[in-house]
């Protein structure tokens, strides 16, 4: 009986255990989500062989305020076939986060999650977060919070990716 008792509180602790964050070298979690902006779904893997910065983001999230706007910017000056930026919006009503979209001039994908199942993926653990992604599906930073100055380390480093082979 002391080992039936042992196995349900492995098998309880198991299951209560939080997600892990998801570390540099990492393969990204696959993951396909509805439009933010309409019908159909995005897929991570639609973007296998360019380098991408993945986004966790919402309306009501301060720092989101300055880094989408500065990753719009950074989309734009990054090559189009080697570089993208995709968000993934845990807001529970979509009109809120389209509305920041638009009001901010953002134009890069987005697809919506308001259960938020694929932050559980990566392990999210603060917002905004978000995952440089190489060539290979590999992440490559991570970068937690967001202030102005963190879009230069961001630049610097999505252009050394850029710059690396595919394997």
């Not at 008792?5 to 070298?25: D, M, Q, R």
């Not at 159909?40 to 296998?48: A, C, E, F, Q």
Request: glycine fraction near 8%.
């Amino acid at each position: 009986m002391n080992k039936l008792i042992v196995l349900s509180l492995t098998a309880l602790l198991i299951g209560a255990a939080p997600s892990l964050a998801l570390e540099e070298g990492a393969r990204a979690p696959s993951f396909s989500a509805p439009r933010l902006d309409g019908p159909g779904t995005i897929s991570l893997s639609n973007y296998r062989g360019k380098v991408v910065l993945v986004d966790f983001w919402a309306s009501w999230c301060a720092p989101c305020l300055v880094s989408l706007p500065l990753y719009e910017e950074l989309r734009k000056e990054l090559p189009a076939g080697e570089f993208e930026v995709l968000a993934v919006n845990l807001d529970k009503e979509p009109g809120k986060a389209l509305r920041f979209l638009k009001e901010r001039g953002v134009g890069f994908p987005s697809v919506a999650d308001p259960k938020g199942r694929i932050p559980e993926t990566f392990g999210l653990e603060t917002m905004p977060t978000s995952y440089l992604i190489d060539r290979n599906g590999r992440v490559r930073h991570v970068h937690t919070g967001f202030r102005r100055g963190d879009i230069d380390g961001l630049r610097d480093k999505a252009k050394a990716l850029i710059a690396e082979k595919a394997k």
